[in-house]
Structure formats: structure tokens, C-alpha cells
């Protein structure tokens, strides 16, 4: 295994991490936004809706830095 081959294995394993914290972070938000009037009222729901955005996001941006990554790779 090459030095490259190395770096790109851990580049997955952070990208796919990255992408599971980003995932379970929407699913908080989205519990924080269905449930946040029954437990916290207006500023729950309102942390829920900035965890959403920000999930969303970070998913954007990881999918393009795996892009960049793949272009750069392939040059």
C-alpha cells in the first residue's frame, strides 16, 4: 500500500464520520423542531431549525470537498 493509498483511506474514513455526525445532527434538529413546542417552547424550535441548516451544510460541504478531493486525486 502506497503512501497515497493511505491518505485516501483515511480521507474516507474522516469524510464517512463526517457524514454519519451530520446525519445524526439532522435528526436531532428535526426531533428538537417536531417535539420543541411540547418541551421547550419557541427557542427549541428554533436550535432545531439552526441544527437542520447547519447539518445540511456541513453535508454540502463534505460532498464537495470528496469531489475536490477525487478531482485533485485524478489530475
Known sequence: MTQLDI???IAN???Y?????AFLAFLI????WGVGHK???RHVLDEGK???IRAIAVGMILGSAGA???WVVSQ
Not at 17 to 21: I, N, R, S
Not at 29 to 32: A, F, K, P, S, T
Open 50 to 52: 439552526t441544527t437542520i
Open 13 to 15: 474514513i474522516l469524510m
Open 17 to 21: 464520520v463526517g457524514y454519519g455526525g
Open 68 to 70: 475536490i478531493w477525487t
Open 39 to 41: 418541551i421547550g417552547g
Open 7 to 9: 491518505w485516501k483511506v
Open 29 to 32: 434538529g428535526l426531533i428538537m
